[in-house]
């Protein structure tokens, strides 16, 4: 156990009555039910599976995504890359385009023996790297990012640079292949807008990879995935590896669009009741966007979550109770519908859960961890604090 | 100077070019500017000024608020109020309605000679702070919240229960007097607008303090605040205190509100341009929510800023380019009404003004610190790094 600087001795008996508010818990009942459910998946469609660290950002949580040695691990910093190096992960994609400032942190990993696999979508960067590779004596391995839903970066698999990317890069040996992320399912409504995007993700990486092969260049890797995708896909051939992140933790812009159910959601922030205002239906609370961030990810959605819905201590939702507003250290709570607001006095305890979980993780140096489980009639105990890795 | 883990030699020349990006940088020559024109407002008005430090959280920054002895400073955590502490500030409010749990941290404060303001706005916390300091054998000093203006927490001045724990906060001599906030003045259109929201909070703050005194209780210290109506005030008669915290950076929503110019923003974040999608019209920057924050405060003002204007590395505004999307590692951006994009290759470093100060300076571990009285050919230079204040 690691427990934060505030925390008492570790060998007190502690429950998520015992820190101030607010903090981050985590249910690793829940990480480890979510991670089953696409482990189970990826299996069944026969891909490997690169989980992205970039939600949980926490080698404690990446621990549970594989039994014994270090799985492959997909990164959106290179500090990131750098923290999951030094706990013995060797296999590592790093999922934004490479500025090429950013290459002597990356030949410093490849030196350490970590395969850290870079991305770029243009002929540009592919220069960058090779140059790079060719003055250093080692290769540096790189993707080709493939656009399949005009989400932000990537080339789409008809574009002339495409090939002329790859050329360059087998040139310096250092083309490994293509990736594709459906950013546009995260606004998808339906299962079978979901099933269409995953297959769309999937027949857009293919084609990338099949015109670089007809060109005569040689692609091992295709990767695919997003958290929605990666739980919609039903036919996966010729993707060597998916790709998630979200998906340990899920949060509400996730059962929004029906990727998971409210008891999936691992990640919330507890809170304590600081004030009432029953003249406008208000509960006030000490947590606020600093504690949930200011992701309102569920406003676009059929039912606007505000900024969390609200549990007790236990998990247990109440009915209704929604947080409606956030300044940086307060948080508003109210009811839909004009719903009865609950009795909760000032120092009540209760846990939000977040429209976005890596926002809302964002905002926190780690997680307290309970396990829904072990149920009791007190506060839940906590059983290990996990602290996350920041910056850049 | 101290520079962060991942910096070079301190004695090698470092400028905006050199930290890999995304980072915060702050122009210490526009926080002089900023703190100087408040300080000199204050002294007009005949108050104190109490700078709120949430937005900042750098004892560095706060350094520039006084020239000698620490100044009365006001927090929005614990975490903060400590780190002050430590830094040998001695009179700090705590403005976020206490949570009874956090007394034991806020007595120890007390007894290292700090004196630590509390704020409520109810009989029962009311209670609880009296309670605490008769068993500790010393007083919590406590002000009473107003509410001026719907924004959140606070009593009304006529509400009984003002007068309720004004006589509970007295009985153990905790009484300190009202503070209150006016929030909503951050959504206000109109010079007259900010004015009266300014008149609005000193006339409540003064007629809640003479209810008090009228009922027999002592009241000295009467605080009034915010960014805004800091800057609109124009008569604090009755108060003995103006807060305001934002204005030390400024961001674009107190320009969109007339508070300052776009000039005046001393915090920006550096990114780098890691790709270009023509036929959308984008250019993706590495720098996404995860360095700006997910605020979109100005999506309700006249201008809608996106997440952020973009200037180059100098600081000079690059018209018409705006950040209008960010996912956690990538930002796009685009041109208003059509205008052409400017011709940024992979590789350019750029600036973003953020939305809202507070929420993008939570997003990093402290700021680059450049001078732009300092002119040069090159990129400007760091002069330091700032660390923050972190957690709660």
């Known amino acids: 156990m690691n427990f934060p600087a505030h925390a008492t001795s570790p060998d007190a008996a502690r ?42 950002k926490s080698l404690d949580v990446a621990a549970l995504l594989h039994p014994g040695a270090p799985c492959p691990v997909t990164v959106s910093t290179l500090a990131e890359a750098e923290a999951f190096a030094d706990g013995g992960y060797t296999d590592i994609t790093y999922a934004v385009g490479i500025d090429p400032h950013k290459l002597p942190r990356v030949l ?12 770029l979508d243009s002929a540009e960067q592919a220069e960058f790297v090779a140059e790079a590779s060719r003055r250093a004596g080692l290769s540096v391995p790189a993707q080709i990012e493939i656009d399949c839903d005009g989400h932000r970066g990537g080339l789409r698999p008809d574009a002339p640079e495409l090939v002329e990317a790859g050329r360059i890069l087998h040139a310096a040996n250092c083309l490994d292949g293509v990736l594709t992320h459906a950013g546009e ?49 039903e036919d996966l051939t010729g993707v060597t590896e998916l790709r998630a992140g979200n998906y340990v933790f899920f949060d509400l812009v ?35 966007w600093m504690a949930m961030s200011r992701d309102r990810g569920t406003s676009v959605q059929a ?17 209704e109770l929604v947080m409606t ?31 976005h979980a890596c926002a809302t993780a964002a905002q926190h140096h780690g997680y307290h961890v309970v396990d829904s489980t072990r149920t009791t009639n007190t506060a839940p105990g906590i059983q290990d604090f996990w602290r996350r890795v920041t910056g850049w």
């Open 108 to 119: 410093a990993l490849l030196r350490r023996g970590v395969t850290l696999r870079t991305l």
């Open 325 to 355: 507003a956030a300044s940086q250290e307060h948080g508003t709570l109210a009811t839909r519908d004009g719903a009865r607001l609950p009795d909760l006095p000032i120092g009540t305890r209760l846990r939000i859960l977040p429209n």
């Open 15 to 56: 429950t998520l009555a015992d820190p101030d508010t607010p903090f981050a818990v985590v249910d690793v009942h829940r990480v480890r039910r979510n991670i089953e459910r696409l482990s189970t998946r990826a299996d069944r469609l026969g891909v490997d599976l690169r989980p992205h660290v970039k939600t949980a």
């Open 185 to 233: 399912s995260y606004f998808a409504y339906t299962a079978e807008d979901l099933r269409l995007a995953a297959k769309n993700e999937r027949d857009t990486a293919v084609a990338a990879a099949d015109r670089l092969r007809e060109a005569g260049l040689p692609v091992t890797t295709v990767s695919v995935g997003s958290t929605p995708t990666a739980h919609a896909a």
């Open 254 to 288: 996730m059962a929004g669009i029906g990727v998971c159910r409210i008891e999936d959601l691992a990640l919330s922030v507890v809170v304590t009741v600081i004030g009432h205002r029953p003249e406008y239906g208000w509960i006030v609370t000490d947590g606020g």
């Open 303 to 319: 039912q606007d979550q505000g900024y969390g819905l609200v549990t007790d201590l236990h998990g247990n939702p109440i009915p």
